[in-house]
Structure formats: structure tokens, C-alpha cells
């Protein structure tokens, strides 16, 4: 594992020195949940199989730093196929976006139970009228949650109206006590 | 008259109508005001019986006539009592149309008014802004995406319907401050793309930005709410207070992860729950060696729970490395046997390996019972001993009883003595102790006294500024929504003049009534003196016929006299008729005089030449249509 590794993050020593920096942050910024380098920029310098390998193993490389905190010797171990240069250039870019890496893997580890809320969109609407009434003038609340569940996002989409938000404020309001109880 | 022409104005403006500046009174209205304001005050009223009205007068003579039948049939139809014809709006007089517009202005809906005074609040001012919008944009019609224009693209175009979904966005934070390594900065300046370039979609910037702001806000305040609470009470800086509760939270879920680990060892089988667990456990280890090395989950496990040194690390890689190299020299049946050997032997192991903890549990018990009873022997072995020396002693010392008797008493008495001196030496020493620990323990209360005021400060002070910013906001807002009512307001039109012009008017009228009745006294005082004044002269002549009579007929110029009297008396009465007379003239000729004002001011002259013409008008446009039914 170790010598493929040391193989992959060698591969970027293909990459000329000025385009490194940019490189590395584009896959960092993959790992904090923006978009990913993109193959068409980097073509001209590894195949395909090349560009698996080293997208795959310079985040795996990344995530391993951060995630566990390893000492100096270490990295320089893993780091030993590539010029000094080029390690220099890898802990720069490491140290800068350091605080960003860790706030994502901390989001990943909160993120742990088996489904989670991701995200949740509101709107809210004013029905002008019913199919029985000719004025009706109802706000309706239409709640978005996306829980991921197993890896994949099954959006759920509930409509309320204003009683039955506040049982619902209500029962979140409880089920926040409890937490904060917990700390 | 032009005060009321003026509030008259006014409330056919709010209605609707449009009248020049330039106007000031009723006289000056056309015969189009007129008519626009009578439709539109009859379509505020009463919106089903004016519908079939235009306002603009129409050019057509017949057209006209029709048009003012039916708006006097209408104004009829509302109640109104005085004379209302088509004449009234074609071919107006001042006094007609003032009552008739009074009449229509004291008809218009109050609230409709009232309402624009009144003080919104500000559910009123947003659903009422919540209504003109989408009046205003159903008014618009659906223009195709190429046509639109800045304001359409905004309430057409499909970007509404795009969910809010923010995503995380990279932002530099304070470049100034101290504590922020150069790589970071650097990265800042370098490589940080814009915020707009973050995102996919350029639909979700605002949701992005939106939500990052929330987050920042919210993340404060909790931390402020928290501090207050929790924070202030436990007199530690914000620092240790973060540190402390980082500790204690690290160690909570370090004792459930391992209490959960040791109930995975001990029932060795995977309910759905822990399974859950034991996934989330794999997850946490790079991505890369997950797939490898399944069997050894425990082994995952541990690695979490427990600080791993780092030849085991090695020894993993090592191995994970190997059947990487093999997978990819060999084929996958090898691999295949391979991996369930592997399994296989990974169980032996792990079964071994449990055997031996077994074993190691029970050594370490009949260790520590083994400790134990040495221990205990041990402690009895030391307490014969002790008694063993002094029953030797006692045998020494036996022979000589006497005098080591009393040796023993003057010993006993000089430690006895010691003891006494001691204690003493002790007193003093403890009394000077006591003394410092209660001036300690004093000056210590009186400090923790002085911190919990302080503490007490701090959070009254906290409350506070809570409060002042509260009150601010809220000063803020009704300031906010104060200015907005204001701008909303009328400016011309001020409540309290008219109040102060009716109360004048009222103040006005009294003086008049009361000048009335003066004058009204007056005159029923001069009746009554004209009265007395007649009596008087009627008795004094009846008088003075009786004695001039009596004396007539024995002397002839008394009878001449007699006569000269009776002709004055008839002079006088015809001068007194002829003065009454006058004055009714007088009264006839002023009544004469108002009810030619009255027909000057009907305009009926002009009135007259525009009905000859209105008239020729019909009469052509007659001809006009006979000679098109001729030719037809």
C-alpha cells in the first residue's frame, strides 16, 4: 500500500512545479466539498490511469496528515520520492489550508449516525383559495429535508400548516433539550 | 364655499379623479370633470351600477345626452332628492353640481379613507405591499426569455424556482491578524478563487452567502448565550472554559466508544445496531484500506479506541501492501484461496488470542489473592516480632526489678514531662496557626464574597446591554416604520385644519345666530313701539275729534279747524301706507334682485347658446344619418 502510495504522490512530480500549488488546492477544495481538478486541465500530463492514481492517492495522502496528525519523520517517509522542492511545496499548501481539511473531516465524522440531515430548504406559500372555499388565505409551510441514508439522499417534502409547524418546533425544541442535556 | 370646494377636490382626487391643479373651485369645472368625477365617485360606491359607464365623455352629441340620463338615473337610483337630469351634467350650474357632489362625496365609503390614515402596523403594510406586487405582476403579460427586460427576467424567469441550496464556501478571513501562519495568507492571496467561482451554479451564490452569514451569527450567539449561562458561573477564562469542556466531552464519547467496543468482544456477534457502529468505526480509517483487510474490523476497533503504536501501523501497511502487490501479480482464484486462508488463519489467531486473554485474566486474579495473603502474612509476622522483642526486654531486665523499676518511674516522669512541655509548645504553635488559618479563611470569603458581586455585575451589566440593544432594534424598527406611514401620508391634506376650519365655521355661524336674535329683538321692539305709537295717535285723535266735534257746531272756524283735522289725520294715515308701502317694494326688489343672481349664476345664457348649438349638433348629425339611411 505504502509503495503505491509513495508511486502515486511520485506521479506529481510529472506536474510542472508552478502548476503544483494550484493543483494541490483544487484537491483540497474537493475534499472540503467544491468541485474536483478537472482531467481536461491536467491531459497534457498524466493518462487516465495516471490521473485515477493520483487524484485517489494524494487525497488519500491528505486526509491520512490531517485526519491522524502525524509527526514530521512520517511525512517526510512518505514524501521521500519527490524532490525537496516538491515537498516543500506540498507542506506549504498542507499548512495553509489546514484548519479548512480538518472542519471537513469533522463534519464527515458528526455526519456518522446511519441517516443524517444534509441539508433542508422552506418556503412559504399563501394559499389564495381551495377547491371548496373561494378565499382562503392560508400560509402553508412547505419544509425540503434531504436525509442521506447509506450513502444515497432521499429528499422528503412535507407541507404544514401553522399548527402543525409548532408541534413540530415544539417536538424539535424537546428533542434539542435532550441534547444539549447529553453535553 | 371654498373650503368646501376645496375638501370636495380633494376627496374626488382620492376617488380617482383626475382634476388640474389649476382648479380650484366647483365654478371652474368642465363639463369632462364633471362627468369623469360623477362616474368615478358612483364606481367607488357602488361598482355593479357604474361598470357600464366610460368616464371620458364620448364626442357624439346623442352619445352625451344618453350618458347624462343614465348618470342622473343612477344618482337617483343612489337617493339623491334634488332636480338631477342630463341637463345637470351637460349643462351645469354651480349650486346644482356642488349638492350633487356633495352628495356623492358624503356617500363614498368612510373606511376607505379611514385607512389610508390610520397607523399600519406592519402585518398591514406587508400584506398590503404582498398585494400590489402580485396585482402588479399579474397585470404583466408572460414575455418570451429573449424579450425580457432586467424587471421581467426577475419575476419571470425560472431562477425563483430553483431551490435554496447553499453549499460551504472558502472564505479569507482578517488579514491583519497576528496569529495567522504566512501559508495561509499566501493561499489567500494566491490561489483563493472569488465566491462566485466557488459554486457550480451561480443560482446558488445567494443561498451559499445567505447561509455562511447565518452560520457566522449563529455560531456567536450560541457561544454568547453559553458563556452567559454557563461560562460566567464557572470563573474560568474563555480559554480554560473551552478547554475544559473539550476534555470532558472527549472523554464522555472516548467511555461510550469503549464501552461499545467491549460489548462488540463479548457477544462477538453483529446486531443490526452495532453493525451500524462497526461501520462508522471502518469509515474513520483512511479510504484506502478499508476494502483490503474486512476480517480484521476489530482490529479497526481497537486502532480508534486505543492510542496504537506505530510498528503495529507499520506491520498493517506492510501486509495491506503485500496483498495489494500479489492482487496484482496473481489471478483471482489464488487470491481467492488466499484470502479465505488468510481468514482462516486470522480466526485461529483471533481465537488463540482470546484463549490466551482468558489465561491472562485468571494469572492476574490468583496473582493478586497470592499478593494479598503474603501481605497479610507478613503484617502478622511483624506484629509477633514487636511482641517477641518486649517480652525479651522484660527478661533482661528482670533480675534487677527494683532499681529498673525505678528507672523506669524517672523515665516514665521525664517523658511525661516532655510530653507536658510539648504540648504546651504545641498550644502556643496552634493557637498562632488557628488564628492565621481563620484570618485566611476570612480574607478568602470576603474575596469569593467580592467575586461572586462582581460576577453578579458582569451579568446585570450583560442583561443590560442585551436589553439597550433590544430597545434599540425595536426604537429602530418603529422609527423604520414611523418615516414609511409618514412618506405614505397625504401631505396637503391635514386633519387638525379641517377640524380648526369646521370649529371657525361653528364659532362663525354662533356669532351670526346671535346677531340674528339681536337683530330679531330689535325689530320686535320697534313693532311694539310702532304699536304703542299707533294706539297713541289714534286715542289722541279720537280725543280730539270728540272735542273739536262738540265745539263745531256752535262756532264755524272750530268747524273749519275739525275739518282741517280730519284731512291731516287721512294724510297721515295715506304717508304711514305709503312708507309700508315702499317697504315691501323694497323687499320685493331685493327678493327680485337674489333670484336674479340666482339665474345669472345658472349660467343661463351661455347655457342656452351651448343648448342651440348642442341642438344644431343633433339636428346635423340627424341629417348626417337620414342621408346615410337614403343612400343605404
Known sequence: MEGLQLQGLGLLSKLPIDRCPQFLHNVIDGICGQAYPRFQDYGGVWNLKEWLQVLQDTEAFIRAVVGKDEPQEQLDNQLNELTAEYQGVILKCMKGRKPEIKDALLQKVCAMSSAYLQDFDWQLKLAMSSDKLSTLQLPLVNLDLDIVKNGTMTPISIEMNKEELQSLINSLEAANKVVSQLK | ?632
Request: charged share 30%; net charge negative.
Open chain 2, 1 to 632: 364655499m371654498e373650503e368646501v370646494d376645496r375638501i370636495l377636490i380633494h376627496s374626488l382626487r382620492t376617488c380617482g379623479t383626475e382634476i388640474p391643479e389649476e382648479v380650484q373651485s366647483v365654478r371652474q369645472f368642465t363639463t369632462e370633470i364633471i362627468v369623469e368625477a360623477v362616474v368615478r365617485c358612483l364606481r367607488v360606491i357602488n361598482p355593479s351600477v357604474a361598470s357600464n359607464l366610460s368616464h371620458v365623455l364620448p364626442p357624439g352629441m346623442s352619445a352625451r345626452f344618453r350618458i347624462g340620463t343614465s348618470l342622473a338615473q343612477a344618482c337617483q337610483d343612489l337617493g339623491y332628492n334634488g332636480e338631477v337630469g342630463y341637463q345637470t351634467f351637460l349643462y351645469s350650474s354651480e349650486p346644482d353640481i356642488r349638492a350633487l357632489l356633495i352628495f356623492l362625496a358624503e356617500k363614498l365609503p368612510r373606511h376607505s379613507q379611514e385607512d389610508a390614515h390610520q397607523p399600519a402596523g406592519k402585518s398591514a403594510v406587508l400584506q398590503r405591499e404582498i398585494a400590489s406586487k402580485i396585482k402588479q405582476q399579474l397585470s404583466v403579460p408572460w414575455i418570451p426569455p429573449m424579450c425580457r427586460t432586467a424587471a421581467a427576467e426577475r419575476s419571470q424567469s425560472m431562477c425563483l424556482s430553483h431551490r435554496f441550496q447553499g453549499q460551504l464556501l472558502s472564505l479569507a478571513g482578517d488579514h491583519s491578524a497576528k496569529s495567522i501562519p504566512p501559508e495561509r495568507r499566501e493561499y489567500w492571496e494566491k490561489y483563493l478563487p472569488l465566491v462566485n467561482m466557488q459554486l457550480p451554479h451561480s443560482y446558488t451564490l445567494v443561498a451559499s452567502l445567505l447561509e455562511r452569514n447565518v452560520l457566522d451569527i449563529s455560531a456567536v450567539q450560541e457561544w454568547e448565550a453559553e458563556w452567559k449561562s454557563q461560562g460566567l458561573a464557572s470563573r474560568l477564562s474563555a480559554e480554560e472554559y473551552r478547554s475544559r469542556k473539550r476534555q470532558r466531552l472527549q472523554k464522555r464519547i472516548q467511555d461510550q466508544l469503549r464501552q461499545c467496543n467491549q460489548q462488540l468482544l463479548e457477544n462477538n456477534t453483529l446486531s443490526a445496531a452495532t453493525q451500524d457502529f462497526v461501520d462508522m468505526l471502518k469509515s474513520f480509517t483512511v479510504e484506502g484500506e478499508t476494502d483490503q483487510n474486512k476480517g480484521s474490523r476489530f482490529t479497526h476497533a481497537k486502532k480508534f479506541t486505543h492510542q496504537q503504536d506505530p510498528q503495529v501501523l507499520n506491520e498493517q501497511m506492510q501486509r495491506a501492501a503485500e496483498s495489494l502487490s500479489r492482487k496484482d501479480a496473481q489471478n483471482a482464484d489464488t487470491e481467492e484461496q488466499e484470502l479465505t486462508s488468510l481468514q482462516q488463519q486470522i480466526e485461529l489467531i483471533e481465537q488463540e488470542i482470546q484463549g490466551l486473554t482468558e489465561s491472562v485474566k485468571v494469572l492476574h486474579l490468583t496473582l493478586s489473592q497470592v499478593e494479598e495473603e503474603t501481605s497479610k502474612m507478613q503484617q502478622g509476622c511483624k506484629e509477633k516480632e514487636d511482641v517477641v522483642r518486649v517480652k525479651k526486654r522484660a527478661v533482661e531486665l528482670l533480675p534487677d526489678a527494683e532499681n529498673n523499676l525505678t528507672k523506669l518511674q524517672a523515665m516514665i516522669d521525664s517523658s511525661t514531662q516532655r510530653l507536658v512541655n510539648l504540648a504546651g509548645q504545641w498550644e502556643s504553635h496552634r493557637v498562632r496557626l488557628v488564628e492565621e488559618y481563620r484570618e485566611l479563611r476570612r480574607v478568602h470569603q470576603e474575596k469569593e464574597d467580592e467575586s461572586s458581586r462582581w460576577m453578579k455585575d458582569v451579568k446585570d451589566l450583560y442583561d443590560k446591554i442585551r436589553a439597550s440593544a433590544d430597545e434599540a432594534k425595536r426604537k429602530e424598527e418603529l422609527y423604520k416604520q414611523l418615516v414609511s406611514e409618514y412618506e405614505s401620508l397625504p401631505k396637503e391634506v391635514s386633519r387638525a385644519a379641517y377640524t380648526q376650519r369646521i370649529l371657525e365655521i361653528v364659532s362663525n355661524i354662533k356669532k351670526q345666530k346671535e346677531d340674528i336674535t339681536k337683530i330679531l329683538s330689535d325689530t320686535k321692539e320697534l313693532q311694539k313701539e310702532i304699536n304703542s305709537l299707533t294706539g297713541k295717535v289714534d286715542r289722541t285723535f279720537v280725543v280730539t275729534d270728540e272735542l273739536v266735534f262738540k265745539d263745531a257746531k256752535k262756532d264755524e272756524t272750530v268747524r273749519k279747524a275739525y275739518k282741517y283735522l280730519a284731512a291731516l289725520h287721512e294724510n297721515c294715515a295715506q304717508l304711514i301706507q305709503t312708507i309700508q308701502d315702499t317697504g315691501t317694494i323694497l323687499r320685493e326688489i331685493r327678493d327680485l334682485e337674489e333670484q336674479i343672481e340666482t339665474e345669472t349664476a345658472k349660467k343661463t345664457l351661455s347655457n342656452l347658446q351651448k343648448i342651440l348649438e348642442d341642438y344644431k349638433a343633433i339636428k346635423q348629425e340627424n341629417t348626417l344619418l337620414l342621408g346615410r339611411v337614403r343612400e343605404a
